[in-house]
């Protein structure tokens, strides 16, 4: 029997109703369970908690256990079966996915964005979405043989930041939801980046109206059209809409707001070090969140 370190709030909220949850997939670090169109995972502790997650005390390869796809999950008296795996959930660590609102931090803290960006120029995977983003925050500091008149990603970005100027709030929430399923791989980059750009907009949606109206659009057309990518993703980015989020933006707010240099760039190293290019592309996403909302006057209510 496997021992629970940390659980999900929202998942600790639900344990009794995940009976008759089915495994969904299986990989070294996380088996997942799909409850009413989400995913759960139980995953090994050196694995950065997600918005709904159980996370063990020990360390194990998931592929080396008697566990296969469409395996049915039960809940029996604090322990949770998954055919003769048994998993103890008796007084667990509770972990809020929830992230904090940290005022106008984000917009007044342009040294930390800076430091931000050029981590991600100099040590951000490739292959994902990082050449298109940077390509139109980065300017001059940003130098590539990418040409970014041949990307559909960097026309809709630059469609989006004219709508959103031009209080044109919906039509840039459509356009910028386009980007849902953009990419390969179990999280697309275009999903990730939109998680990214979703944490930003919790952080300023009460002080600017254009803000809070725009992020309030974005998160109704990603639950409309968030059946389009995969089931990892699409867990993500409705958990996003609720201001959910994994533990790597937690850190990486965390150390923003306590303007200390030495773990703002560990949060970042660490987040860039997810995936292929998933903590990357979140990343960038914090990054044009960041530059969307640069030019206008937070400080008031106007926006």
């Known amino acids: 029997m496997f021992k629970v370190d940390f ?12 009976n008759g949850s ?45 566990i296969k796809m469409e395996d049915v999950i039960t809940v029996k008296k604090d322990v949770i079966y998954i055919g003769s795996i048994s ?30 960006k050029s981590l991600v120029i100099l040590n951000g995977k490739s292959g994902g979405i990082k050449e298109e983003v940077l390509s139109i925050i980065a300017g001059d500091s940003y130098k590539t043989y990418y040409d970014k008149n041949k990307s559909n990603v960097v026309n809709v970005l630059e469609e989006v930041y004219f709508d959103f100027y031009n209080k044109n709030q919906i039509d840039a929430a459509i356009k910028l939801s386009s980007l849902i399923g953009y990419g390969a791989g179990l999280t697309p980059a275009g999903d990730d980046f ?7 907009l919790h952080h300023c949606k009460l002080s600017s109206i254009g803000i809070s109206e725009f ?36 850190k990486l707010y965390e150390a923003m707001w306590s303007v200390n240099s030495e773990e703002l760039y560990k949060a970042v190293i660490s987040m860039m070090s997810i995936g292929h290019s998933s903590g990357t592309d979140g990343l960038c996403g914090v990054l044009w969140g960041l530059y969307l909302v640069s030019n206008l006057n937070i400080n008031t209510n106007g926006g």
């Not at 659980?7 to 995940?18: A, G």
């Not at 103890?88 to 040294?111: H, Q, V």
């Open 215 to 250: 992020y309030e659009k974005l998160c109704s057309e990603i639950l409309k059209n968030s059946y389009k990518t995969t089931m990892v993703s699409k867990t993500f980015l409705e958990e996003g809409t609720c201001a959910r989020f994994s533990e790597s933006f937690h």
């Open 194 to 200: 939109l998680v990214g750009v979703m944490s930003v």
């Open 87 to 116: 998993v103890n959930i008796e007084r667990p660590l509770i972990w809020d996915p929830s992230l904090k609102y940290y005022s106008l931090l984000l917009c007044n803290n342009k040294k930390h964005t800076n430091k931000i």
């Open 22 to 66: 089915k495994v969904h997939s299986i990989f070294k670090n996380v088996v997942n369970f799909e409850y009413r169109g989400k995913l759960i995972s139980i995953q090994n502790s050196n694995v950065p908690k997600g918005p709904l997650s159980i996370s063990i005390k020990e360390t194990i390869n998931f592929l080396d256990l008697p």
């Open 7 to 18: 659980i999900s709030m929202p998942v600790l909220d639900n344990m009794y109703r995940l």
